[in-house]
């Protein structure tokens, strides 16, 4: 079955990728999901993730601030921590965080493009109240999830694909799922693809990268079929090949899956340190 499962992924990649590909590498570094390559072996990078939003409901600004580190043990493996602060309760308090892990089990790589599959996991701890039936492992829920993700390159062109299973765990602080345990669980999917504008022409590692990218990021709760859908379009620098500001806004085109808010505006601050660790 996996065979037959990476044989139908690259064949459908590549010919998405033909439309739009050109004459130079580009990065698959996505803004709101992670592709299946990895950072570079015995790197450590270190992040502040930035979300500005709006509640639905109340009209109030929100503001979460998620630091976060990644650490790259081997080609294959790849590990985040992150911890979730927010305005949420009219307080900037800590309310959790979270563990994320990768393994990379194939990769097909040629001199312009490469193909590549990941799975993944992902708990999170929170002990903020919960607000609504969709489950966000991003600073909302307690939880775990896992999943599988598909990434092909082609020359200035990067296409990525995933899904997940999501399980919604009780908060902490006495702050308990209020739904139905059926309403535990969801799958979520991605889908992104990116676009390397500048340079034109590679001369060095210090010229400035920018990205375009236009992400789809949505789930489906299992028992009760609601669901949400997000388009998400970004812009990514990145600065002598070590440091990265993203810049994204995400809004909601499919509401179903109720939501503590909607949309939301993100900025992201990524410095990377090569060969940190023998």
Known sequence: MMPVLIFFMRRLFILLCFISAERAMAQELFVYSEPASNMSAKSIGLRLNNYFMRQTLTRE????????????????IMLHGEAFFSNMDKNFALEGGSFYAKYRFFSNDD????????????????????????????????????????????????????????????????????????NRNAVSYNVAIGKLMLPKEYVDYNQVNVNLMLEMLGQTNLATRNHFLDLAPSVQFIFLSKMRLDIGYRYAVIKDLQRLYDNSFFVRFEYNLFNAFK
């Open 61 to 76: 600004n929100m503001y979460q601030l998620q630091p976060e580190i990644m650490v790259g043990l081997s080609k294959k």
């Open 111 to 182: 001199v312009h493009s490469h193909f590549r599959m990941a799975a993944y996991g992902k708990i999170a701890v929170n002990n903020a109240l919960v607000h609504h039936p969709a489950i966000d492992l991003n600073g909302h829920n307690s939880g775990y999830e896992a999943g599988i993700v598909a990434t092909q390159l082609i020359n200035k062109f990067a296409f990525s694909a995933g899904g997940s299973v999501v399980h919604a765990l009780d908060n902490s602080n006495g702050h308990k799922f209020y739904l139905p345990e059926k």
